[in-house]
Nanobody, 122 residues
Framework: VQLQASGGGLVQAGGSLRLSCAPSERIFTKKNMGWFRQTPGKEREFVAPITWSGVFTEYLDSVKGRFTISRDNDKNIVYLQMNSLQSEDTAVYYC????????????????WGQGTLVTVSS
């Protein structure tokens, strides 16, 4: 598996989780990274991107102020810190990587990871 997300689990509403994604250096280097999420019966949502430099980030409106995307380029890891979790955040979260930020946002990344399930109980 080239892109494996981890850190999901069951948490109570108001709690926190940190997702991690550690692709190979070949996939990670110079790539824009991001997170999508998918809930059965709902459209896939683009949660957050981060550029290679880490300078530019952006967030889905519903997670602004609660989620933070970051990356450690020395360790080839991208994180999604999720605080104040709500039941609406329940989904499978996917890590993605793309050379083109436009492709990343359009749901056409170069690489999709295996998802990690986040379940928020109310």
């Amino acid at each position: 598996v080239q892109l494996q997300a981890s850190g999901g689990g069951l948490v109570q509403a108001g709690g926190s989780l940190r997702l991690s994604c550690a692709p190979s250096e070949r996939i990670f280097t110079k790539k824009n990274m991001g997170w999508f999420r998918q809930t059965p019966g709902k459209e896939r949502e683009f949660v957050a991107p981060i550029t290679w430099s880490g300078v530019f980030t952006e967030y889905l409106d519903s997670v602004k102020g609660r989620f933070t995307i970051s990356r450690d380029n020395d360790k080839n890891i991208v994180y999604l810190q999720m605080n104040s979790l709500q039941s609406e955040d329940t989904a499978v979260y996917y890590c993605v990587a793309a050379t083109s930020s436009a492709h990343l946002r359009a749901g056409r990344p170069d690489y999709w990871g295996q998802g990690t399930l986040v379940t928020v109980s109310s």
